[in-house]
């Protein structure tokens, strides 16, 4: 009993000691760590004085002024239109109606040539061109013969599905059915006779007599050699029927009988003929039908009629082409102006002989000097800013001192990429162009914003994040963003508008009366002090990285000027 007691007490002294040891120990670390941060804070604030000691900021004032963004191109002045005059025909020149810088009106006659040959061939394809016209009317006419006088249907030969040649006889058609006949009364005076007066015919070769009626008659009597009295009578009849020219006849008028035979005149008559080979189709006459010149007799069917059209039409179609082309060629020796404009080359006069195509056949040069254009190349990032009608300055070292106006009147879509670039032509148009030739250099440039009386700040001060560093006691200090910054300095958060690349707009963030701060854009010393800030353990004051503001939302060009390190 006693022994355990005294084991229990040499126990106790033993925990107590491990219990101070443990202690000990803690206090050792938060020492050595307090240690730790202390010379670490003392390092980066040693870093940061040694830094801010060799930084060397630039300063600006926050002022008032214009800002105006705009895209520039060079290029090269081109006429409103141009055109060399050349011709296709070889020849002489006959005559020329200008002179080099000569104003010409489009289509004035410039050039006359000799077109003797031409001409010949033209009035040889004109005669091709009525044959073969007369050939396919009567082609046409072939398969649709038609009656070629007014009338009356006399007597039809054929009848529908009779085949026929060419000379076939289809049918005859006559003036009327009238017969006429002048008839001679001996030792009877004219007074014995009256239009209307009936006579009886009597027409050798047939029975009987037929009824007449006076149409005319002689003015008194004429007396013949004897001192006989002759009275003549013209009497009109209707045709018995096959009564011809070949029959005579003699009347009876009143109490009084006619001397002698008279010849009998029929009206004109034709016979219609098939003038090619088939079948009758479409064949409607009658004997004793009246008929009108041009009235379709019947139709001809078969493949001859149609293959005789069908080689017509084709031989007409040729030859309306030749002489299309006889006729272009001929016009091609009178040489006109293609446009409006001036010559400003004359390079062939009368009297040359000229081989017509290539150059060789080369006679002028005409240019529209009514506008001058231009070709301005647009980077991809800034064609969408560009529109048709905006206004475009335009300023020529050979006419120094004058600013010319343009107009875009349009923005291609065909772009072209050249070392990973892409570039899109914008045409400009100028109007007034005194002083200004083709070929001349000229620079261009597009206006496309516009600020007036606004804030605005170097393009250089803006940091990456849109902020800049402004000094401690400028009136927007107050307004300092949370974050480190040199001695004497603070940084605060904008807002820009318009960025013309050196000049920004300052649309929130600062006022007048404050002053900027930032290192000035220099390659190396820049490089230098990046390096430095990585060399000593970090970044720069703030948390900003190296470099400019990013270009785009805000105006702010890429590749801008960063703002200073803290």
Request: one cysteine or more.
């Amino acid at each position: 009993m006693t022994q355990n007691t005294s084991e229990t007490q040499a126990a106790v002294p033993a925990a107590k000691q491990k219990k101070r040891f443990g202690k000990k120990w803690l206090v050792l670390l938060i020492l050595a760590a307090a240690v730790v941060a202390a010379v670490t804070l003392l390092r980066r604030q040693q870093a940061q004085k040694a830094q801010s000691a060799g930084t060397t900021y630039t300063t600006a004032e926050v002022t008032r002024q214009s800002v105006t963004r705009t895209l520039t191109s060079s290029g090269t002045l081109e006429p409103a239109d141009s055109y060399t005059v050349n011709t296709l025909v070889s020849g002489e020149i006959l005559s020329d109606t200008f002179e080099e810088g000569d104003l010409v009106e489009k289509d004035q006659l410039l050039y006359t040539m000799d077109s003797s040959d031409a001409s010949a061939s033209q009035t040889q394809a004109s005669n091709s061109y009525s044959q073969a016209q007369r050939n396919y009317r009567q082609a046409v006419d072939g398969k649709y013969p038609t009656a070629d006088m007014t009338g009356t249907v006399k007597e039809v030969y054929v009848r529908n599905g009779d085949t026929v040649n060419s000379g076939t006889q289809l049918l005859k058609i006559v003036g009327d059915d009238r017969i006429t006949m002048d008839f001679l009364f001996s030792y009877v005076d004219s007074s014995q006779f009256y239009i209307g007066q009936t006579a009886d015919i009597f027409i050798t070769g047939l029975e009987g007599s037929i009824q007449g009626t006076v149409e005319g008659v002689s003015s008194g009597g004429n007396a013949d050699g004897t001192g006989r009295v002759n009275t003549t009578v013209r009497v009109t009849a209707r045709n018995p029927g096959l009564v011809s020219s070949s029959y005579t006849a003699s009347a009876v008028i009143g109490s009084y009988t006619s001397y002698g035979e008279s010849g009998i005149h029929v009206s004109d008559a034709t016979v219609i003929t098939a003038s090619a080979s088939g079948k009758v189709a479409d064949l409607n006459w009658l004997a004793g039908d009246a008929i009108q010149i041009g009235d379709r007799i019947c139709t001809i069917t078969g493949d001859s009629v149609d293959n005789q059209i069908e080689n017509a039409r084709i031989s007409l179609v040729n030859a309306q082409t030749s002489l299309e082309n006889a006729q272009d060629k001929l016009e091609d020796y009178q040489v006109t102006a293609p446009i409006s404009g001036t010559v400003v080359t004359k390079t062939a006069k009368a009297g040359d002989k000229i081989e017509g195509g290539g150059s060789s056949g080369t006679l002028c040069t005409i240019y529209d000097l009514s506008y001058l254009e231009m070709t301005m190349s647009i980077d991809e990032l800034d064609i969408s800013d560009v529109a048709v009608g905006q206004t475009v300055s335009i300023t020529a070292d050979a006419a120094a001192g004058r600013t010319y106006t343009g107009t875009v009147t349009k923005v291609s879509v065909a772009g072209s990429t050249s070392g990973g670039i892409t570039t899109y032509p914008v045409t400009v148009r100028i109007d007034e162009t005194e002083g200004l030739l083709p070929g001349m250099n000229v620079d261009a440039a597009i206006v496309i914003a516009q600020a007036d009386d606004v804030l605005t700040i170097p393009s250089s001060a803006v940091s990456r994040g849109y902020v800049v560093l402004i000094t401690a006691d400028s009136p927007s200090a107050a307004n300092a963003a949370d974050r480190e910054a040199p001695e004497g300095y603070v940084y605060v958060e904008i807002t820009t508008g318009i960025d013309d690349d050196s000049t920004v707009e300052i649309t929130s963030g600062l006022r007048e009366g404050d002053t900027v701060a930032y290192v000035a854009a220099s390659g190396s010393s820049q490089n230098s002090m990046m390096m430095g800030g990585m060399m000593m353990g970090g970044m720069p004051a703030g948390g900003m990285p190296a470099g400019g503001a990013p270009g785009g939302g805000q105006g702010r060009p890429s590749g801008g000027g960063g703002g200073p390190r803290g």
